[in-house]
């Protein structure tokens, strides 16, 4: 297993996430979900496990810019397909350190998950 930030590079608190982990010395994939659409299999395990309202970031441009019909989100599927088709939707950044993840960029829960590996 390894180490992936999933976001996008003109993030603010993306480029604050990698230079973190850079200062502490941790090799991670950046994985831009603009240039290479995230596989649906990935998407579903981190609505299994974070769930669409940790996943989704609702107080986003992006997500203001859909139609209230497009934030209709009833099951994982939907949410599946709502981040397929607006990656930016996503809660960034998302970190995956062996199978434990994390939305949002926070030091402490960063921390704790690098410690687990």
């Known amino acids: 297993m390894s180490i992936t930030v999933y976001g996008i590079p003109n993030c ?16 991670f994939h950046f994985h831009d979900v603009r240039a290479e659409p995230v596989p649906t299999s990935t998407i579903a395990v981190w609505l299994e496990q974070l769930g669409s309202d ?6 986003s441009t992006a997500w203001r810019q ?10 994982n599927e939907d949410a599946v397909r709502l981040l397929q088709e607006h990656p930016t939707l996503m809660k960034r ?6 199978g ?12 704790s998950a690098l410690e687990q590996r």
């Open 54 to 59: 940790t996943v989704i970031n609702k107080r």
């Open 93 to 98: 950044p998302l970190l995956d350190c062996h």
């Open 100 to 111: 434990t993840l994390s939305a949002g960029f926070n030091e402490k829960l960063w921390q």
């Open 12 to 27: 603010d608190t993306v480029r604050k996430a990698r230079k973190w982990l850079e200062q502490q010395q941790v090799t």
């Open 66 to 75: 859909l139609s209230a019909e497009q934030q209709q989100i009833a099951t």
